[in-house]
């Protein structure tokens, strides 16, 4: 079994090669395109800015690149969010996986800040990406943006308003929270995407 986590631009790449070493996955950081495409499952860290992230992918053809796989992707956060259509920080084109839109928090005269950052609920998990984990289970967020509710939703959280906490398409996986970051409902997750 091959683990890839793909190295670009906007990682939080460490962290996310730490939770896979405590559940016994030993994954392989690079952006060499051979080395991506011959790996069994594939992840796509991120913590960073949108544009500066694709236009970095698409110099590099990355952006073809993920698009084209067919192996089990999970996009986290950022990555999650660049798989989407469109990205409203700095009116963004996207890889266009997910229909999905992603916008930035509005909280009005809600008193919540942005981003929000913290732990929060997620709920109505409808994907074996979410074996043996509770409805309702907490995970640890960081985002400012956040992807609409869609066909593609598979779990919500609800700040200023609900959105997508995880997105689903074919191969391809979508997290906003940081499973890297969410004690043993993060770990669980992880080995859930290994073992799809």
Same mark, same amino acid.
């Given at each position: 079994?091959?683990?890839?986590?793909?190295?670009? /631009?906007?990682? +939080?790449?460490?962290?996310?090669?730490?939770?896979?070493?405590?559940?016994?996955?030993?994954?392989?950081?690079?952006?060499?395109?051979?080395?991506?495409?011959?790996?069994?499952?594939?992840?796509?860290? *991120?913590?960073?800015?949108?544009?500066?992230?694709? &236009?970095?992918?698409?110099?590099?053809?990355?952006?073809?690149?993920?698009?084209?796989?067919?192996?089990?992707?999970?996009?986290?956060?950022?990555?999650?969010?660049?798989?989407?259509?469109?990205?409203?920080? /700095?009116?963004?084109?996207?890889? !266009?996986?997910?229909?999905?839109?992603?916008?930035?928090?509005?909280?009005?005269?809600? !008193?919540?800040?942005?981003?929000?950052?913290?732990? /929060?609920?997620?709920?109505?998990?409808?994907?074996?990406?979410? +074996?043996?984990?509770?409805?309702?289970?907490?995970? @640890?967020?960081?985002? !400012?943006?956040?992807?609409?509710?869609?066909?593609?939703?598979?779990?919500?959280?609800?700040?200023?308003?609900?959105?997508?906490?995880?997105?689903?398409?074919? +191969?391809? @996986? *979508?997290? &906003?929270?940081?499973?890297?970051?969410?004690?043993?409902? *993060?770990?669980?997750?992880?080995? /859930?995407?290994?073992?799809?």
């Amino acid at each position: 079994m091959k683990t890839v986590i793909i190295q670009y /631009n906007a990682g +939080n790449i460490r962290s996310v090669l730490y939770a896979l070493s405590r559940i016994g996955v030993e994954a392989t950081v690079t952006d060499d395109a051979a080395t991506i495409r011959a790996a069994d499952k594939v992840i796509f860290p *991120g913590v960073g800015e949108a544009s500066s992230a694709m &236009q970095y992918l698409k110099e590099r053809g990355m952006d073809a690149l993920i698009r084209s796989l067919q192996q089990p992707v999970l996009g986290i956060c950022l990555g999650m969010q660049l798989m989407c259509a469109h990205s409203e920080e /700095n009116d963004t084109a996207c890889l !266009g996986i997910f229909e999905e839109t992603v916008r930035k928090f509005q909280p009005g005269d809600t !008193g919540l800040k942005v981003p929000q950052i913290g732990w /929060n609920e997620v709920r109505a998990l409808r994907s074996p990406l979410f +074996n043996g984990i509770s409805e309702g289970a907490y995970y @640890y967020f960081v985002h !400012g943006y956040y992807a609409a509710l869609g066909e593609h939703t598979i779990a919500t959280a609800d700040y200023v308003q609900p959105y997508s906490a995880a997105l689903h398409k074919d +191969n391809f @996986y *979508g997290v &906003q929270f940081h499973p890297e970051k969410s004690a043993e409902v *993060g770990e669980r997750l992880l080995k /859930n995407f290994i073992e799809l």
